[in-house]
C-alpha cells in the first residue's frame, strides 16, 4: 500500500541553526501539505503545495519557513533559524490523485519529532 | 471561522466496553468534509474516515462506527468491543471546500486508554 516517507524521523538542532524535513509523497497525489504538532497539543495545519506553489499558509508559516518540491519526488520544509518553540513533530501529508477532487483525505507521514536545543 | 471541539479529553473503558467519543464542529460553509483520524502511541497519524456534509449516512467498518447529525453539528465515532490496540489519541478534523485548497482544522483529540 502507497505511503507517505519522512525522514528523518529525530532530529535534534541547535537554536539558531536550519533544518529540512524531507517528505516522499504518495506517487500519484498532487496535493501536499506540512503540518505540526507540538507535544500534547493539536495538529496544526502549516502550508499546502499544489502545481509548484504555495496554495495556502498559516499564521505559523512566517518567513522563517520554506517549502519546496526539488524533484519529482521529494517534498521538503525548510525551517531557516530555528527557535526552541519550533520544536513539535511534523507530518507531511498527500492528497488528491489526478481526476479526483482535492478534498480526497489526507494521507499523512509518520512525522519528523524536531527538537530545538 | 471553522473550529472542531473534542470535549473529552481523556477517556479510559475496560476492554470490550463500548465507548463514543464526541466531535461537535462549526462552519457556515454547506459544502465541507469530516474526518476521523487515530493517533496510536508510535506517533503516526492514521486515517479512519471521511464524511461529505451531504451524506449523512452513518457508517459501520467493522467495531468501528460514526454517527454524523447536521442538525446538532455532530461526528460522534463508537467504538464496539474495545479493545487494548484501541488505545490511542482520536482526532476529528474539518476541512471545508473551498476556492483554495483548503486544510484540515483539528480538535484537540481524545485519549483514550483501553484497560485489560
Known amino acids: 500500500e502507497p505511503e507517505v516517507t519522512q525522514t528523518p524521523s529525530h532530529q535534534v538542532t541547535q537554536m539558531g541553526q536550519e533544518v529540512i524535513l524531507r517528505c516522499v509523497p504518495i506517487s500519484n497525489h498532487l496535493y501536499f501539505y506540512w503540518y505540526r504538532q507540538i507535544l500534547g497539543q493539536k495538529v496544526e495545519f502549516l502550508v499546502s503545495?499544489?502545481?509548484?506553489?504555495?496554495?495556502?499558509k498559516s499564521e505559523i508559516f512566517d518567513d522563517q519557513f520554506s517549502v519546496e518540491r526539488p524533484d519529482g519526488s521529494n517534498f521538503t520544509l525548510k525551517i531557516r533559524s530555528t527557535k526552541l518553540e519550533d520544536s513539535a513533530m511534523y507530518f507531511c501529508?498527500?492528497?488528491?490523485?489526478?481526476?479526483?477532487?482535492?478534498?480526497?483525505?489526507?494521507?499523512f507521514g509518520q512525522g519528523t519529532r524536531l527538537t530545538v536545543v | 471561522a471553522q473550529k472542531v471541539t473534542q470535549a473529552q479529553t481523556e477517556i479510559s473503558v475496560v476492554e470490550k466496553e463500548d465507548v463514543t467519543l464526541d466531535c461537535v464542529y462549526e462552519t457556515r460553509d454547506t459544502t465541507y468534509y469530516l474526518f476521523w483520524y487515530k493517533q496510536p502511541p508510535s506517533g503516526e497519524l492514521v486515517f479512519l474516515i471521511r464524511r461529505n456534509s451531504f451524506d449523512e449516512q452513518n457508517e459501520i467498518s467493522g467495531r468501528y462506527s460514526w454517527n454524523f447529525q447536521k442538525s446538532t453539528s455532530s461526528f460522534n465515532f463508537t467504538i464496539t468491543a474495545s479493545q487494548v490496540v484501541d488505545s490511542a489519541v482520536y482526532f476529528c478534523?474539518?476541512?471545508?471546500?473551498?476556492?483554495?485548497?483548503?486544510?484540515?482544522?483539528f480538535g484537540k483529540g481524545t485519549k483514550l486508554s483501553v484497560k485489560p
Open positions: 478534523a474539518l476541512k471545508v471546500y473551498g476556492g483554495s485548497q483548503g486544510n484540515l482544522i
Open positions: 503545495f499544489y502545481n509548484n506553489e504555495i496554495s495556502e
Open positions: 501529508a498527500s492528497s488528491g490523485s489526478k481526476g479526483l477532487t482535492m478534498n480526497t483525505e489526507a494521507f
